[in-house]
């Protein structure tokens, strides 16, 4: 029963923030994406890690990751290959590693919303959750996790319904804040 009831809150969810995430310009969306991206550069553990792995964003209702995904390949920090929507596989003539065989420190995680408990709701396929998982059942230690977030994307605490399979955020980075 408990596990039907999150599902229709989530559901619920999900149906608003797609109505209010569509009514957004693109301009306001690049404008916020900028100075994300500026703030996600500037974080002491992106500084310090040596891969990274990075979604390509949707056209619209999310962040646009072009521009991180330009600084992490110039930076020369190894970006995973999932075997989704991705970069080319290669980079400057040489073949990108996969993501299960490297360590991964840092995922920048895509999400429909987030609230200030660190909470995320994804689009509903349990991609990430399943993959972060997998990952942790290797012994490998869970990699940073860094949600990232239209300001209208942030909620307050504990508005994002969660299941005992849902991962929770290391870290949100909206254009304003960085909450951890």
Not at 110 to 121: H, I, K, N, T, V
Request: aromatic residues 6%; glycine residues 6%.
């Amino acid at each position: 029963m408990a596990a039907i009831a999150l599902k229709a809150e989530k559901k619920l969810l999900r149906k608003a923030m797609t109505t209010t995430l569509r009514d957004l310009s693109a301009s306001h969306i690049q404008e916020q994406s900028r100075a994300l991206t500026a703030r996600v550069l500037s974080l002491p553990s992106f500084i310090k890690s040596n891969s990274v792995s990075c979604y390509l964003s949707m056209p619209t209702g999310e962040i646009d990751t072009s521009f991180l995904v330009r600084e992490i390949l110039r930076s020369g920090k190894t970006f995973g290959v999932w075997g989704i929507k991705e970069p080319d596989r290669s980079h400057n003539g040489q073949l990108r590693a996969s993501a299960t065989d490297i360590g991964l420190d840092l995922i920048l995680a895509p999400g429909l919303a987030f609230d200030r408990s660190l909470s995320r709701l994804g689009h509903g396929k349990g991609y990430y959750d399943r993959f972060i998982t997998a990952y942790t059942e290797n012994s490998r230690p869970a990699p940073l996790l860094v949600g990232l977030a239209l300001r209208e994307q942030l909620l307050d605490s504990n508005a994002v319904p969660i299941g005992t399979h849902d991962w929770k955020m290391d870290w949100i980075v909206t254009d304003q804040e960085s909450i951890q």
